[in-house]
T-cell receptor
Framework: GDSVTQMEGPVTLSEEAFLTINCTYTATGYPSLFWYVQYPGEGLQLLLKATKADDKGSNKGFEATYRKETTSFHLEKGSVQVSDSAVYFCALSPYGGATNKLIFGTGTLLAVQP | NAGVTQTPKFQVLKTGQSMTLQCAQDMNHEYMSWYRQDPGMGLRLIHYSVGAGITDQGEVPNGYNVSRSTTEDFPLRLLSAAPSQTSVYFC??????????????FGSGTQLSVL
């Protein structure tokens, strides 16, 4: 079945470091891909999305490119801040989003130190 | 802006007790859902609803019951709590059903412990 695999955390970085969180997926057809972020004590929020191959989603300095050839959707940010400390979830929606079910990865905890 | 409101924030139950987790949204969203979040397993869909009077099962529905009598509310019922139901529960909603390309709005969660 469809699934999402994320790199295990925690990821600990110093402020202004470069961030990569790896995400790969398994899906039939053409899924839509998402990154959600969960700040401490809060629910998840959509960070960015991409709905077709080679699309780049971006928001708040974060970027991720939908790579069909490598079935990946890695999250990157050029310079992290302490306020970026959170849990990041990669997710996919089968059939290009024409469904009511999102499949989430296990989440990656990011801790940014000043 | 209230968004998605969940109550209670914390709850401790004994095995066999029943309870209802409340979820309300004030955005007139058609779609509402319940997820559980467990360490090392991400979020898993329990039940969802595409409108008042319509519900369907997700990935892990056993032990949970839902109903949708109004657009605003989507309560989750545990009929006989078990320790395996210890988890953090999130309610989420979005504008329209039948597409997940629209973003989900999440509540802040209910932390449930079953002893």
């Amino acid at each position: 079945g469809d699934s999402v695999t994320q790199m295990e955390g925690p990821v600990t970085l110093s402020e202004e470091a470069f961030l990569t969180i790896n995400c790969t997926y398994t899906a039939t057809g053409y899924p839509s891909l998402f990154w959600y972020v969960q700040y401490p004590g809060e629910g998840l929020q959509l960070l960015l999305k991409a709905t077709k191959a080679d699309d780049k989603g971006s928001n708040k300095g974060f970027e991720a490119t939908y790579r069909k050839e490598t079935t990946s959707f890695h999250l990157e940010k050029g310079s992290v801040q302490v306020s970026d400390s959170a849990v990041y979830f990669c997710a996919l929606s089968p059939y290009g989003g024409a469904t009511n079910k999102l499949i989430f990865g296990t989440g990656t905890l990011l801790a940014v130190q000043p | 802006n209230a968004g998605v409101t969940q109550t209670p924030k914390f709850q401790v139950l004994k095995t066999g007790q029943s309870m209802t987790l409340q979820c309300a949204q004030d955005m007139n969203h058609e779609y509402m859902s319940w997820y559980r979040q467990d360490p090392g397993m991400g979020l898993r869909l329990i039940h969802y609803s595409v409108g008042a009077g319509i519900t369907d099962q997700g990935e892990v529905p056993n032990g949970y019951n839902v109903s949708r009598s109004t657009t605003e509310d989507f309560p989750l019922r545990l009929l006989s709590a078990a320790p395996s139901q210890t988890s953090v529960y999130f309610c989420a909603s979005k504008t329209r059903a039948a597409t997940t390309n629209e973003k989900l709005f999440f509540g802040s969660g209910t932390q449930l412990s079953v002893l």
